[in-house]
């Protein structure tokens, strides 16, 4: 059975730094580009960060980009986001996702259940 398991979530004040860890299971993580996305309450779910299969490139979105840093671990099967000068719109649920695809064909989108991150003084 195909898991994504996140952790690290919970309160944080503004200006504070979080790390965000996935443990990933059931299918092969080392081959699998991960993401971390977000959903704050009354918005859509946003991509957050992206890692490619190696950890050789990352994507970020320009909201994130400079405060946090998605990494992997190939080896224990985990991808972090470290997440640091956090505001108060960082509040959000925060869930890891697996993808792999294959001469341009979805294989498979996993999700974990997600992660809550609350930013308040």
């Known amino acids: 059975q195909v898991q994504l398991v996140e952790s690290g979530g919970g309160l944080v004040q503004p200006g504070g730094s979080v790390r965000l860890s996935c443990v990933a299971s059931?299918?092969?993580?080392?081959?699998?580009?991960m993401s971390w996305y977000r959903q704050a309450p009354g918005k859509e779910r946003e991509l957050v960060a992206h890692?490619?299969?190696?950890?050789?490139?990352?994507d970020y979105a320009d909201s994130m980009r400079g405060r946090f840093t998605i990494s992997r671990d190939n080896a224990k099967n985990t991808v972090s986001l470290q997440m640091n000068s956090l505001k108060l719109e960082d509040t959000a649920v925060y869930y890891c996702?697996?993808?792999?695809?294959?001469?341009?064909?979805?294989?498979?989108?996993?999700w974990g259940q997600g992660t809550q991150v609350t930013v308040s003084s």
């Open positions: 890692i490619t299969s190696t950890g050789d490139s990352t």
């Open positions: 059931g299918f092969t993580f080392s081959i699998s580009a």
């Open positions: 996702n697996a993808k792999r695809k294959r001469w341009g064909i979805l294989q498979y989108d996993y």
